[in-house]
Each structure stands twice: as C-alpha cells, then as structure tokens.
Nanobody, 120 residues
Framework: QVQLVESGGGLVQFGGSLRLSCAAS????????MGWYRQAPGSQRELVAT???????NYADSVKGRFTISRDNAKNTVLLQMNSLKPEDTAVYYC??????????????WGQGTQVTVSS
C-alpha cells in the first residue's frame, strides 16, 4: 500500500508565500517522478510542476519564476515553494507520484489534496 500525504496549504494574501510538502510512504520500490497538480472550482485538474528522480523539472507557464519544486529522494518527499501568490493560484493542490511498488506495479498515485486560497 502506498500513501501520499500533503501538508502546508492555507490562506495567504496576494503576494504572499506558502510551501507545500508531500511525503510518499509504503511499499515503494522506486519513484520515477513527483509533482504537483491543482484544480480550481469548475476547472479541470492541471499540471503545476513536476520533477524527475534526476532533478529535471517542468513548470506550467503560469507559475514559472514564482514556484520552485524540489525533491528529497532519500525521504521520498517533494516540496513546492510558492512565492508571489495570486488569487488565480487558488485551488486544491494534489501531490502526484509515478512509482513502482515493491510488488512491481507501476502507476500514478495521488494525495488527498490541500487547499490553497489567495485573497486579493
């Protein structure tokens, strides 16, 4: 069994900062990539940022220069530092991991989501 547990969401004012954290645990053999996605009310879930095991990153254009993703492979954790937050960043943020379990099953795993609200 694999679990992804997120923390760090909350309410922040326009221009403020938040840091999201996600820890993966359970019967994990290897994690290929980790990332963050978000879903605002009435919208589809969208990619925010991803990072591979080698450290290659990918960001949505809307967050480039403001958000930074990082990863601790030894601890199976991924962080998302969010600066210069805007009201349009308001959404539920989901942690994602592409991993292979100890039983050889490869797939996408998701956290439960954490709310980020940016007030104007």
């Amino acid at each position: 069994q694999v679990q992804l547990v997120e923390s760090g969401g909350g309410l922040v004012q326009f221009g403020g900062s938040l840091r999201l954290s996600c820890a993966a645990s359970g019967s994990i053999f290897v994690i290929s990539a980790m990332g963050w996605y978000r879903q605002a009310p009435g919208s589809q879930r969208e990619l925010v940022a991803t990072i591979t095991s080698s450290g290659s990153t990918n960001y949505a254009d809307s967050v480039k220069g403001r958000f930074t993703i990082s990863r601790d492979n030894a601890k199976n954790t991924v962080l998302l530092q969010m600066n210069s937050l805007k009201p349009e960043d308001t959404a539920v943020y989901y942690c994602n991991a592409v991993l292979t379990t100890a039983w050889g099953r490869k797939g996408d795993y998701w956290g439960q989501g954490t709310q980020v609200t940016v007030s104007s």
